[in-house]
C-alpha cells in the first residue's frame, strides 16, 4: 500500500526547490506517493505555514507530513520529526512550524531531533536542509523507520511555540488579526463564530470595519450570493474563520493589508 507524504513550503515553483525534494523521497521511498499542499506561502511566513498545514491536514491521508518554512536554516534551530497523537509524523524545523498541526490531532506524543546521518543525504548543505536533511528524512519514515532512529528524543515542551495572535472582544466591538490572505484577495481573521456571537454579529448585521484611519462598512453574510457585486462582506470561510472580502473583488488590494495589520469591528448602533 502506498505511504503517503504530504508536503508544504515557501519555496515558490519558479525555482528547482520543490522538485528536487520530489526527486530526493522519490528515490529512497519510490511507492510513496507525494501530495502537494501548497508551495505557496509567502517567503519566510512561518504563522501562515503554520496555519495553513493544521487547517489542510485534516483533509489529508494520514501519513509523513513534510513542511519547510525555515528562516533560521543553518542557525541554532533544530531539526525536528515527530509524532502526534494519532499516529501521524510531522517533520520540519524546531520553529513552531508543526506544532499548531500536531495539536489538532491530539498533541505530541513523542519529538526527535534529526541528527542521525544514516537518513540524511550524504553531504549537508548549510542552506537547503529541506533537499538534504527533512526530504530523507520523511521518505525514511514512508519507509517505515522508527522515529527513534532518527536521533535523540526532545521534550514536548522544549519545542518552539509560535505565539498566535488573540482577539479583544467587548461588548460591541472586536479588536482582530489579519492572518492570511489567499489568491482571490480574501482576508482571513483570527475569529470564529464564537467571537461573532459574542457580540451579536448574525448574517444581515451591518458592521463598521477600522483599518487604521480609515473606516468601511459591510454586512455579515453566508455566502458570496447573499450580496450583490461589489459589497464588502464578513463571512465564514472554508475552514470557519471569519474573514473579509468583497464580492467580486479584491478586499485586501483595497484595504492594502498584510498578515499582521489589526482591524477593528464595530456593531453600528441600531
Known sequence: ???????????????????????????????????????????????????????????????????????????????????????????????????????????????????????????????????????????????????????PPIAADALARIDLPQPEVGTSRIWSTVLGIDRFGNVQLNLDRSHSDRVGIVPGTRVELQIGPERYYAVAARTFADARPGDLILYEDSYRNLSIAINGGNAAAMFGVAPGREVRIHLEPS
Request: charged fraction near 20%; hydrophobic fraction near 45%.
Open 1 to 151: 500500500m502506498a505511504r503517503f507524504i504530504t508536503f508544504l513550503t515557501d519555496f515558490g515553483l519558479q525555482d528547482d526547490f520543490v522538485g528536487t525534494c520530489h526527486g530526493v523521497m522519490k528515490r529512497i521511498a519510490p511507492d510513496a506517493e507525494i501530495i502537494d499542499i501548497t508551495h505557496g506561502i509567502a517567503p519566510q511566513g512561518v504563522l501562515q505555514g503554520a496555519l495553513t498545514l493544521a487547517n489542510s491536514l485534516p483533509f489529508m491521508p494520514a501519513g509523513v507530513h513534510l513542511a519547510v518554512v525555515d528562516p533560521g536554516v543553518g542557525g541554532a534551530r533544530r531539526a525536528l520529526a515527530l509524532r502526534d497523537r494519532e499516529g501521524r509524523l510531522h517533520v520540519g524545523p524546531d520553529n513552531g512550524l508543526l506544532i499548531p498541526a500536531a495539536e489538532k490531532f491530539g498533541g505530541i506524543a513523542e519529538a526527535y531531533e534529526l541528527v542521525n546521518p544514516e537518513y540524511a543525504l550524504e553531504s549537508v548543505s548549510r542552506t537547503f536542509h529541506g533537499r538534504d536533511l527533512f526530504a530523507p528524512a520523511a521518505a525514511h519514515l514512508a519507509l517505515g523507520v522508527e522515529l527513534s532512529q532518527l536521533g
